[in-house]
């Protein structure tokens, strides 16, 4: 079996770039005295929690329009600080509708005008975004949690009329340190104490649940699995934290699939594999919310964004999203409760999930695994003789269907451990010893 075109090989001497993006959880404000003095009271990250109002932006450059700083702030590792100032401007000249059927007349002035309600965008699937809107707003909620003087803001999605929200894992992190969660419904300004169910940092992911709620409706998760690059997508979220209970919308496509990326801030990151690229507009705050296909369907939930680049580069329009089909796949041991401890094991490949697209495609003689896009010089998988094209089956005989069964197999070693790699190449099965690394070298 040749090389995947579409991957330029390993460059032989040269280290790998490093690929470090930035998660989406909205800024960070600091508390007042009293909020405070209420944070450090002892909570239990599994009880119930208290609900408190969102505090306003304060400080020197709270009133000045500033770029939106995609370094993570130190006071909370997860969490953008950003000072925003709207600005109306007003457009020299006047756009005028000349097909109206009626007119206002003032001296010197003719204003045609029509009372035709405005077109909504149509997506591929005949559906328009007003209506799919209409449609998932209702299972969205916008996200605040509190604690250790910070105040962190988000998106998640309802999965369960019972009040299971899904979210991303850096939303809700200070929450498992004792802080507290309040979510708000789309549609509503009134903010409700949540409960922290499980979380899984090594994925992103966590579940907390709306106390006390009842008949709610929940999104439809999609199939990520047969998403191609250019399928049309749909981005809700509560980007930059505006105003809670009133989601920004966005449009695009699916940029590429398959992507690996470093996502955090400069005191703590984690690795995240087989990624959804978009293009659709995504920025702080918008993390935990949905990606939806032309359906309406969740096919992703958004996560990280590039912003500027370690060498200086200023990227446009490349989100992420996790595909749900990891998503579902952590929802059992998320619902026990359980948290995932990282400890840093690292094989040195970016790898994506096998579908049948891609077994079509390449040729590849099995129809499950995980696929080596690249491998990074100077790690244990390429010093053990790992190729691109690879298909990793098991680890330390344990079977491995798809990239989030390797992450979960590797979440339990530790950088040092020797790991038997699985690998199918062509038709041969063979049996590679790799080293495992940090992601840092």
């Known amino acids: 079996m040749s090389d995947l075109p579409p991957?330029?090989?390993?460059?032989?001497?040269?280290?790998?770039?490093?690929?470090?993006?930035?998660?989406?959880?909205?800024?960070?404000?600091?508390?007042?005295?009293?909020?405070?003095?209420?944070?450090?009271?002892?909570?239990?990250?599994?009880?119930?929690?208290?609900?408190?109002?969102?505090?306003?932006?304060?400080?020197?450059?709270?009133?000045?329009?500033?770029?939106?700083?995609?370094?993570?702030?130190?006071?909370?590792?997860?969490?953008?600080?950003?000072?925003?100032?709207?600005?109306?401007?007003?457009?020299?000249?006047?756009?005028?509708?000349?097909?109206?059927?009626?007119?206002?007349?003032?001296?010197?002035?003719?204003?045609?005008?029509?009372?035709?309600?405005?077109?909504?965008?149509?997506?591929?699937?005949?559906?328009?975004?007003?209506?799919?809107?209409?449609?998932?707003?209702?299972?969205?909620?916008?996200?605040?949690?509190?604690?250790?003087?910070?105040?962190?803001?988000?998106?998640?999605?309802?999965?369960?009329?019972?009040?299971?929200?899904?979210?991303?894992?850096?939303?809700?992190?200070?929450?498992?340190?004792?802080?507290?969660?309040?979510?708000?419904?789309?549609?509503?300004?009134?903010?409700?104490?949540?409960?922290?169910?499980?979380?899984?940092?090594?994925?992103?992911?966590?579940?907390?649940?709306?106390?006390?709620?009842?008949?709610?409706?929940?999104?439809?998760?999609?199939?990520?699995?047969?998403?191609?690059?250019?399928?049309?997508?749909?981005?809700?979220?509560?980007?930059?934290?505006?105003?809670?209970?009133?989601?920004?919308?966005?449009?695009?496509i699916v940029s590429a699939l398959g992507r690996t990326v470093t996502a955090g801030s400069s005191t703590t990151s984690e690795t995240l594999s087989n990624m959804i690229q978009t293009d659709a507009a995504i920025n702080p705050g918008n993390s935990g919310g949905p990606l939806l296909d032309a359906q309406g369907d969740v096919i992703g939930m958004n996560t990280a964004v590039a912003g500027t680049l370690p060498d200086g580069t200023n990227a446009q329009n490349i989100g992420f999203a996790i595909p749900v089909s990891t998503i579902e796949s952590l929802l059992k041991s998320l619902m026990a409760g359980q948290s995932v401890v990282n400890h840093g094991a690292f094989i040195g490949v970016e790898v994506m999930s096998m579908t049948p697209t891609l077994q079509l495609q390449y040729g590849f003689s099995v129809s499950t695994g995980a696929v080596v896009m690249s491998v990074i010089p100077n790690t244990g998988a390429s010093r053990a003789g790992v190729r691109q094209g690879d298909i990793i089956v098991s680890l330390n005989g344990m079977t491995i269907n798809n990239t989030q069964d390797l992450t979960s197999v590797l979440s339990g070693l530790r950088p040092g451990d020797t790991a038997k790699l699985g690998i199918v190449r062509g038709t041969q099965h063979i049996t590679l010893s790799v080293i495992l690394g940090t992601q840092h070298g």
């Open 7 to 252: 991957i330029p090989d390993d460059p032989p001497d040269e280290p790998a770039p490093a690929r470090q993006f930035d998660y989406l959880a909205s800024w960070t404000t600091p508390a007042t005295p009293d909020e405070v003095d209420t944070a450090s009271e002892p909570t239990s990250a599994t009880g119930d929690v208290g609900s408190e109002n969102v505090a306003e932006p304060t400080g020197p450059g709270a009133d000045a329009v500033a770029p939106i700083p995609m370094r993570t702030s130190p006071r909370s590792p997860w969490s953008s600080r950003i000072s925003l100032l709207l600005v109306a401007a007003l457009v020299g000249g006047l756009a005028g509708h000349f097909s109206g059927s009626s007119s206002s007349n003032t001296p010197g002035v003719t204003i045609n005008a029509v009372a035709a309600t405005p077109a909504g965008a149509v997506l591929p699937s005949g559906l328009s975004i007003p209506t799919l809107v209409q449609r998932v707003l209702p299972s969205v909620v916008s996200i605040d949690v509190k604690g250790q003087g910070t105040e962190d803001q988000g998106t998640g999605m309802i999965i369960s009329a019972n009040g299971l929200v899904v979210t991303n894992n850096h939303v809700i992190a200070v929450a498992a340190q004792g802080g507290t969660i309040t979510v708000t419904r789309s549609g509503s300004t009134t903010a409700l104490p949540a409960t922290l169910v499980g979380t899984n940092p090594i994925d992103d992911v966590a579940l907390i649940r709306i106390n006390g709620a009842s008949k709610l409706p929940a999104v439809t998760f999609g199939n990520s699995n047969a998403l191609v690059v250019g399928d049309a997508v749909v981005a809700i979220g509560n980007a930059l934290g505006l105003a809670a209970g009133t989601p920004t919308v966005t449009q695009g």
